[in-house]
T-cell receptor
């Protein structure tokens, strides 16, 4: 079954304690990205990757790091979490094609609800 | 300026009725793709329907159709014969450009409530 798997689903942590949210996809997609969802703001892109070892900042990258050492995995790292990073996080993957091409929809993980206290 | 605008924070509809969720977009690129996603209360994001900027016909997927009016830059989602399970948040999104790997830009969403 084609899927994007995120872990953990729920996480409560304290300010400053480093954490990693894992993301793995089994569709051989080149393009992977992380989003955060906050009430009234929709989903905003944090970081994205167009292939192994190729990553770049999205709209809200401050306080986050990513790596893409393997095609299937794209972990999100919070080196020193702060309360303003409390949010619902999604990992997504898609084919690497032009925007007007059919089949470029993003497949999303189940989401990770992070609370930083 | 916002790239994707969803002006309806909440919509209410009776079971079996049709409902239209509005979405307008802003781009100067002739190549783009428009998407609708559903987010039920359980939180996952479910892809519903896609419309490419060069597609001549409106997209349809089962009870979902996309009313694509290119000149008006609108891409409204029409759900026919609403069901209780359609109650969810709905997001309109867009990718721009002919180059691969452009970001998916989301609107702020519309909450749909279906009552019996």
């Amino acid at each position: 079954e084609a899927q994007v798997t995120q872990n953990p689903r729920y996480l409560i942590t304290v300010t400053g304690k480093k954490l990693t949210v894992t993301c793995s996809q089994n569709m051989n997609h080149e393009y992977m990205s992380w989003y955060r969802q906050d009430p009234g703001l929709g989903l905003r892109q944090i970081y994205y990757s167009m292939n192994v070892e190729v990553t770049d900042k999205g709209d809200v990258p401050e306080g986050y790091k990513v790596s893409r050492k393997e095609k299937r995995n794209f972990p999100l790292i919070l080196e020193s979490p702060s309360p303003n990073q409390t949010s619902l996080y999604f990992c997504a993957s898609s084919l690497f094609q032009g925007a007007a091409s059919r089949g470029t929809e993003a497949f999303f993980g189940q989401g990770t609800r992070l609370t930083v206290v | 300026a916002q790239k994707i605008t969803q002006t309806q924070p909440g919509m209410f509809v009776q079971e079996k009725e049709a409902v239209t969720l509005d979405c307008t977009y802003d781009t100067s690129d002739p190549s783009y793709g428009l998407f609708w996603y559903k987010q039920p209360s359980s939180g996952e994001m479910i892809f519903l329907i896609y419309q490419g900027s060069y597609d001549q016909q409106n997209a349809t997927e089962g009870r979902y159709s996309l009313n694509f009016q290119k000149a008006r830059k609108s891409a409204n989602l029409v759900i026919s014969a609403s069901q209780l399970g359609d109650s969810a948040m709905y997001f309109c999104a867009m990718r721009e450009g002919n180059q691969a790997g452009t970001a998916l830009i989301f609107g702020k969403g519309t909450t749909l409530s279906v009552s019996s």
